[in-house]
């Protein structure tokens, strides 16, 4: 069973940049494919994909609002996925979730079909 727990949130002013830590244990970390995710405050909102990173760390995927502003990577020896985020804006304010599936590539994928999440990290966007 993988576990994963996420760190680096916190309080960054608009315009701010910030860099979250996905620390991967539990199986073989090169194995699995591993997707970042938001999920705003508003109770409705559903928890929305930001962007995945291969097995072997050769394809990055990015869709939505925050494409052109993240970067994946990741560290297969040290078993970390990385998320660097820049020109951080108000409504970028959410938790933000690792995940992780035992195939090659996620990009894309729905969060129902994700075997194993972390507890969240959150990211506040404040002047």
């Known amino acids: 069973q993988v576990q994963l727990v996420e760190s680096g949130g916190g309080l960054v002013q608009p315009g701010g940049s910030l860099r979250l830590s996905c620390a991967v244990s539990?199986?073989?970390?090169?194995?699995?494919?591993v997707g970042w995710y938001r999920q705003g405050q508003e109770k409705e909102r559903e928890r929305e994909f930001v962007?995945?990173?291969?097995?072997?760390?050769?394809?990055?995927y990015y869709v939505g609002p925050l494409k052109g502003r993240v970067t994946i990577s990741r560290d297969n020896a040290k078993n970390m996925v990385y998320l660097q985020m820049n020109n951080l804006q108000l409504e970028d304010t959410a938790v933000y979730y690792c995940?992780?599936?035992?195939?090659?590539?996620?990009?894309?994928?729905?969060?129902?079909?994700?075997?194993?999440w972390g507890q969240g990290t959150l990211v506040t966007v404040s002047s």
């Open positions: 995940a992780a599936d035992n195939v090659g590539e996620v990009a894309g994928t729905g969060p129902n079909a994700m075997a194993a």
């Open positions: 539990g199986s073989i970390f090169s194995d699995y494919a």
């Open positions: 962007a995945s990173i291969n097995r072997s760390g050769s394809s990055a």
